[in-house]
């Protein structure tokens, strides 16, 4: 007979031996085991997926916050040495500053007890030189001519000229003290610094100023003082010698004219990175100790810019004047001289016609509009 709906859900389970009718009578949706037990089994699986997954983006998070801690504590460190790095720097030019100023404070005081030295001495021999006018005018007075008081004058005189003597060789002795402590002075201050003077340049550009200031040239000589201490005169000789071999390997390139920066590039390939660092200032000092040999280095002052000439010839102030008109572009024509400068024709067609005779400018006859007239040494990495 047929089950109605309130036995049916009084029958309990397991009334059937089958357990598809059983759960039919019970109005069951009848579930196979294992299928249950594959679904229990596969939601435990993504549920273990889901932790392990969410475990790892856990750990790169944490891993990527340490490295950013790393990252952010390094650059703090950087910005730090960096900072002590222009402290110190900072700290070291203040220190030059003070030294040279000292320096420069106590020449001036040297220069102001020689200057008052000297003016004492010639206050004393102007003193002395009235005393003696006055002594013999009032002798000659008093005594009236004769062989006795020529004698007594002569005498006194004689007698004066030795006193003002003794005080000058005095004075001249308490200067003679003063620049020996000026000179010790100095060399106690080269002593000391001999280390910043030889490798950095600027600090030697200074040094050079001071020493010009006073009259002193430590390249006055190879030997001495200077260049036992220093070394400077060994120093700007073994320059000069390399400026003459980059001079004569270019010439054949820029016509015996270089821009001073492309010789200084060109010095410091050949010297190596183990020698001391050189300037520019260094450079035109060694070219103008290379002016004793003739007129074959020169520096060449131009706006915006300073060339070296390796060329034994005098340039003019019209020479000059027609090679900053290249330094733009390189190249100038007759034209545009005449034009910017308001000069004759002929006088422009001889000065080009002189350049180029001598190798620093070269012709172009190409341009079928007017000839141009190059110079290389304003060429760009000529060398």
């Known amino acids: ?61 944490l891993l990527k916050c340490k490295v950013y801690e790393y990252v952010v504590k390094d650059t703090l460190l950087k910005c730090k040495v960096h900072e002590y790095v222009v402290k110190d720097t900072l700290l070291k030019c203040k220190v030059y500053e003070y030294v040279v100023k000292d320096t420069l404070l106590k020449c001036k005081v040297y220069e102001y007890v020689v200057k008052d030295t000297l003016l004492k001495c010639k206050v004393y021999e102007y003193v002395v030189k009235d005393l003696l006018k006055y002594l013999i005018n009032f002798k000659v007075m008093r005594r009236g001519p004769g062989l006795a008081s020529v004698d007594r004058s002569r005498i006194t005189k004689e007698k004066y000229a030795a006193k003002g003597t003794e005080l000058a060789d005095v004075e001249i002795s308490y200067m003679i003290k003063q620049l020996d402590a000026f000179k ?32 002193v040239d430590p390249l006055a000589s190879s030997r001495g003082f200077w260049s036992e201490i220093l070394g400077v005169g060994d120093f700007y000789y073994e320059l000069s010698v390399q400026i003459t071999e980059v001079c004569l390997a270019t010439k054949n390139k820029n016509g015996g004219l270089i821009a001073i920066n492309d010789l200084l590039r060109l010095v410091l390939k050949g010297r190596g990175k183990s020698r001391q660092d050189i300037s520019e200032d260094d450079l035109i000092r060694a070219i103008k100790k290379l002016g004793v040999l003739g007129s074959g280095f020169k520096v060449l002052p131009l706006p915006g810019r300073t060339l070296v000439q390796s060329v034994p010839t005098e340039l003019s102030v019209d020479h000059t004047t027609v090679l900053q008109t290249a330094q733009k572009n390189g190249f100038t024509t007759v034209s545009s001289i005449v034009n910017e400068l308001k000069w004759d024709k002929n006088r422009v067609q001889n000065i080009l016609d002189y350049l180029i005779q001598e190798g620093m400018a070269w012709i172009d006859t190409q341009d079928t509009k007017e000839v141009l007239y190059w110079v290389p040494g304003f060429f760009p990495d000529i060398t």
């Open 184 to 215: 010790h002075y100095l060399e106690d201050f080269a002593a000391k610094h001999q280390s910043d003077i030889k490798k950095n340049p600027e600090f030697r550009q200074h040094f050079q100023t001071l020493c010009a200031k006073i009259g």
């Open 1 to 61: 007979r047929k089950i109605s709906g309130t036995e049916s859900e009084k029958l309990p389970e397991g009334f059937f031996d089958d357990p598809k009718k059983d759960a039919k009578a019970r109005n069951v949706e009848y579930k196979d085991p294992k299928d249950e037990e594959w679904e229990k089994f596969q939601q435990i699986i993504q549920e273990e997926t889901k932790c392990k997954v969410y475990e790892y983006v856990v750990k790169d998070t």
